[in-house]
């Protein structure tokens, strides 16, 4: 009781964040199926009472959670482009082998993802943060890989091409067990993005003349 007394003195912004950081958790444990008020609160350790003091309700918590994850991986992926220097495919490499480390490659974030995905068509809040999250990963690798190859002619398509590569093998990492290393897995992206840059990508084909 005294450590719940003494969450409830805290600051607005720190009760709002311990709750969002208890959906997670409750998320990567129980998935959506499991989330509640009920649970949320007593993973956080307070009244069923507090979180519809922040939230509207437990889509708008998980809604928050799924933002607030997605800027976790954008700071892991930042610091990972900033160690990597100057060098515009030093940096462009380092953004795609820090989604096969921790903290990105993670059984607990995989398992939140899984729950927030599962919530997608039938939540208009969560899908709507999904295409949020992932534009906005998709514009970081666009930005990395126009400053890497200023003449590629369709950067968008590279990068879904890329994100499509990252996703299954971060999948595959982020489950355990998977028959390839991390390693393996740069290496993969490093080929794939040779494979897709190393000539200007053509533009549609043209119609024939009559």
């Given at each position: ?101 921790p903290p990105i490659?993670s059984p607990e ?102």
């Amino acid at each position: 009781m005294a450590a719940q007394s003494a969450f409830t003195r805290a600051d607005p912004d720190a009760r709002r964040q311990s709750l969002i950081a208890a959906t997670a958790r409750v998320l990567a444990a129980k998935g959506a199926a499991g989330v509640s008020v009920r649970a949320i609160c007593a993973e956080a350790g307070v009244s069923a009472g507090l979180l519809r003091h922040y939230f509207a309700s437990v889509s708008d918590a998980i809604a928050a959670t799924y933002r607030w994850t997605g800027a976790q991986i954008d700071a892991a992926l930042e610091e990972a482009v900033a160690a990597a220097g100057p060098d515009p495919r030093a940096r462009l490499l380092a953004y795609l082998a820090a989604n096969f480390r921790p903290p990105i490659a993670s059984p607990e974030l995989l398992a939140s993802y899984v729950a927030f995905w599962s919530l997608t068509r039938s939540d208009p809040a969560v899908a709507s943060v999904r295409a949020e999250v992932y534009g906005t990963f998709r514009s970081g690798l666009e930005g990395l890989l126009r400053a890497y190859r200023p003449d590629l002619a369709d950067v968008r398509v590279a990068a879904v091409a890329l994100t499509a590569l990252i996703d299954g093998l971060w999948l595959e990492l982020s489950l355990g067990q998977a028959p390839f290393s991390a390693e393996e897995a740069e290496s993969l992206a490093e080929q794939w993005l040779d494979s897709l840059t190393s000539q200007p990508a053509a533009g549609p084909p043209r119609r024939a003349e009559k």
